[in-house]
DNA sequence: CTAAGGACCTGTCGGC
DNA sequence: TGCCGACAGGTCCTTA
């Protein structure tokens, strides 16, 4: 569920609950996520301030006084703001209370999330070697096309690299490359540079609008929680197979790429 | 170095 | 109705 649009909405919803706010206590109910949750977190965190709340790829970085914590949704984590004294449902495994007496509660099913401590994020391995931020500014055709000098594979596995570009899932690469008019199988190498300058402004249209829409799916941060993500609605390709394409009314197509789903136009994505 | 495939997990859905 | 396989928004790691 979450893409870089859903993370930066969770940012967004949790964000005014837990920024300038002191921990009081974590409770760490099920340590075996992506890597195991380290004992460390239990002593460092408590008593820390959390001083902003910011977002790296589909990573959240809830950077302390003293430390940051790393926080990653896998394919099925969520959050939201709870009172720690409702007891946790199934898959929450976590939760961080603060001086307000409300906690952050992290669910995550499939336990492909992580959740660690670094005193240092920018030399963290899993954040020091990621491609710059689509939103960015320095992200660009040309970029974009200088990165793919060499590079045989499918466009499509090629922006999903984070190593390349931070964040992009597979529903926006999906999206993306639809509205840049490519293909998803041709070559990285061969996309002339005005054809990678559509992209790159299709991939930072596509996750901006789902920004404004408040992601795809995901949402219930509050306890009243909140609404669906709006921009399932605005999907062109994803998830559409058969469907007709919004621009020619061709039947659309799927095939596998990388080992994920890939919906696109035969007839407009050359 | 690049590219491809496996691995990690649970929940849900469609088909028989 | 019940069971079983296929599949799901991520990404690291191993192998060739």
Redesign the pocket.
């Known amino acids: ?3 870089l649009p ?1 993370v930066e909405t969770s940012r967004r919803g949790i964000a005014p609950w837990l920024e300038k706010r002191r921990v009081t206590g974590i409770t760490v109910r099920e340590r ?1 996520l ?1 890597w195991p949750v380290p004992p460390d977190i239990d002593r460092e965190l408590p008593g820390k301030f959390i001083r902003r709340l910011r977002r790296r ?3 959240l970085l809830f950077d302390t006084d003293g430390g940051t914590l790393l926080l ?1 949704l ?3 984590g969520s959050l939201r703001i709870a009172d720690p004294a409702e007891p946790p449902g ?2 929450d495994h976590v939760d961080i209370v603060v001086d307000s007496g409300k906690a952050l509660r992290f669910r995550d ?4 999330g992580s959740l660690l401590w670094t005193p240092d994020p920018d030399a963290h ?2 954040l020091r070697d990621l491609g710059p931020e689509p939103l960015d500014p320095g992200f660009d055709g040309a970029y974009l096309h200088a990165r793919a000098r ?5 466009v499509k ?1 090629f922006i999903m690299n ?1 190593a390349v570009v931070a ?1 992009v ?3 926006y690469a999906n999206e993306a490359l639809f509205e840049a008019g490519i293909h998803p199988k041709r070559r ?1 190498d061969r996309i002339s540079l005005p054809r990678m300058e559509r992209l790159a402004q299709a991939i930072r249209d596509v996750l901006d609008r789902a920004i404004e829409a408040g ?4 949402n219930d941060f509050h306890g009243a929680d909140g609404e669906p ?1 709006y921009f ?1 609605q605005e999907l062109k390709v994803y998830g559409r197979e058969d469907e007709a394409c919004p621009r020619c009314r061709e039947p659309l197509a799927v095939a596998v790429i ?4 890939t919906f696109y136009c035969r007839q407009c994505q050359r």
Do not use: D
Not at 109 to 112: C, D
Not at 150 to 154: P, T
């Open positions: 569920m979450p893409e859903e075996r992506r790829a589909k990573y990653h896998g394919m099925s199934a898959h099913p499939r336990r492909f391995p899993l060499g590079r045989r594979v499918a596995s984070a964040g899932g597979n529903i990285a992601g795809t799916t995901l993500g399932a990388g080992q994920r789903s």
